[in-house]
């Protein structure tokens, strides 16, 4: 089946760094990638669409500025959360779907799971 | 904005049935998605349903009625390893899922 791929799983850092996370589709190419918020004990959040060679579509309310997304290839896209602090503490997932299929199920890498000090 | 609506919790012991209703009132409907989260782990595909009726495969199946805006996940013949969160989440016009808060099931001996 799909494979999607998310590094890190875990990111410990101090207020203020940078933090950069990567979403691999390994057995099949993405045209449109996805990244989603999960606080404790609530749902995905969908917080970016991230299509390949174009700018990332944000959700209402994401700020774009704050929230980096790079989807330079068709298996890859990345999220830097800049100059991040304690209230961007949270689980963030990514997903994928194959491209032009339209029924197909997004699926989802492990997760990250970043904590601000 | 999009609604959707599954109940939080729900406790059923080992080898019964569990029924998980989902409702949804969105912008746009291309089809609804069932997904398992168990606790610190990301989603995985459990089912999809684009027209009415019922999909079944082995133990869990679901039924989507779309003039009802309606879905249900039945879990059959529970075991220990379903306790997890199941996720409702509909596709809309473009690839964007909208998740419900998802309902925590858990299973007792």
């Known amino acids: 089946g799909a494979v999607v791929s998310q590094h890190p799983s875990w990111v410990i850092c101090k207020s203020g760094t940078s933090v950069k996370i990567e979403c691999r589709s390994l057995d099949f190419q993405a045209t449109t990638m996805f990244w989603y918020r999960q606080f404790p004990k609530q749902s995905l959040m969908l917080m970016a669409t991230s299509n390949e060679g174009s700018k990332a579509t944000y959700e209402q309310g994401v700020e774009k500025d704050k929230f980096l997304i790079n989807h330079a290839s068709l298996t890859l896209s990345t999220l830097t959360v800049t100059s991040a602090h304690p209230e961007d503490s949270s689980f963030y997932i990514c997903?994928?779907?194959?491209?032009?299929?339209?029924?197909?199920?997004?699926?989802f890498g492990d997760g990250t799971r970043l904590s601000i000090l | 904005g999009q609604n959707i609506d599954q109940p939080t919790e729900m406790t059923a012991t080992e080898g019964a049935i569990v029924q998980i209703n989902c409702t949804y009132q969105?912008?746009?409907?291309?089809?609804l998605f069932w997904y398992q989260q168990h606790a610190g782990e990301a989603p995985t595909f459990l089912s999809y349903?684009?027209?009415?009726g019922l999909e079944e495969k082995g133990r869990f199946s679901s039924f989507l009625s779309r003039s009802k805006g309606y879905s249900y996940l039945l879990l059959k013949e529970l075991q220990m390893k379903d306790s997890a969160s199941y996720l409702c989440a509909v596709l809309l016009g473009d690839y964007k899922l909208s998740f419900g808060a998802g309902t925590t099931v858990t299973v007792r001996a």
């Open positions: 349903n684009v027209l009415d």
């Open positions: 969105t912008s746009g409907f291309n089809g």
């Open positions: 997903s994928a779907r194959e491209g032009g299929r339209e029924a197909q199920p997004q699926h």
